[in-house]
């Protein structure tokens, strides 16, 4: 079954740099998405890509069944959930498998 | 503005009372999708649209319905609604940009079914 792994909490000093894991089983997948998610906020898109990007303070690492988000000089207004997903051909069409989300804490 | 709406945000219901959550998009994106978020389980799939009187299930689509009689509206029905429908739904659209697709949705509707 395709499925998409992450860790379901993260926490960081403000400051840091945050690190967010995700694997995947998913068969014919082609490129890696990162959202983020405030409660009662539509998930806007962070990242995406099948190579390593950056988008102002986000980073993505990109390996064939991994990638990481790398959140720089993280602040206590980033704490959210993040998702993970994972775009692949499903019949005729091409579709996103979603993490479980990891809810990153931002300690001051 | 580019805009997923969805109506209504909040709504508590009891068990076997039908509802519709609407949906509607201004970006004329042909590919629109329902989500439920559900504590643990991250988005999961309820059915997608790759366009005009075409829907398809997606991984959950078990008590729900849905119709694609336009572009634009998306909306999903749940006939009789259960207690194990309570969950967050998101509505979304899809668009090819280069080589990767982007999702935009909309701000959820949160469903309590008593």
């Known amino acids: 079954k395709d499925q998409v792994f992450q860790p379901s909490t993260v926490a960081s000093s403000e400051g840091a740099v945050v690190e967010i894991f995700c694997n995947h089983s998913?068969?014919?997948?082609?490129?890696f998405f990162w959202y983020l998610h405030f409660p009662g906020c539509a998930p806007r898109l962070l990242v995406k890509?099948?190579?390593?990007?950056q988008q102002g303070r986000y980073n993505m690492t990109y390996e064939r069944f991994s990638s990481s988000l790398l959140i720089l000089q993280v602040r206590e207004a980033d704490a959210a959930v993040y998702y993970c997903?994972?775009?692949?051909?499903?019949?005729?069409?091409?579709?996103?498998?979603f993490g479980s989300g990891t809810q990153l804490t931002v300690l001051p | 503005e580019a805009q997923v709406t969805q109506n209504p945000r909040y709504l508590i219901t009891v068990t076997g009372k039908k509802l519709t959550v609407t949906c509607s998009q201004n970006?004329?994106?042909?590919?629109m999708s329902w989500y439920r978020q559900d504590p643990g389980l991250g988005l999961r799939q309820i059915y997608y649209?790759?366009?005009?009187?075409?829907?398809d299930k997606g991984d959950v689509p078990e008590g729900y319905k849905v119709s694609r009689k336009e572009k634009r509206n998306f909306p999903l029905i749940l006939e009789s609604p259960s207690p194990n429908q309570t969950s967050l739904y998101f509505c979304?659209?899809?668009?090819?940009?280069?080589?990767?697709?982007?999702?935009?949705f909309g701000e959820g509707s949160r469903l309590t079914v008593l």
């Open positions: 997903a994972v775009e692949c051909q499903r019949g005729s069409a091409r579709q996103l498998t």
């Open positions: 998913v068969s014919n997948a082609y490129n």
């Open positions: 890509g099948s190579k390593p990007s």
């Open positions: 970006m004329n994106h042909e590919y």
């Open positions: 649209s790759m366009n005009v009187e075409v829907t």
């Open positions: 979304a659209t899809f668009v090819r940009r280069g080589s990767a697709g982007e999702l935009f």
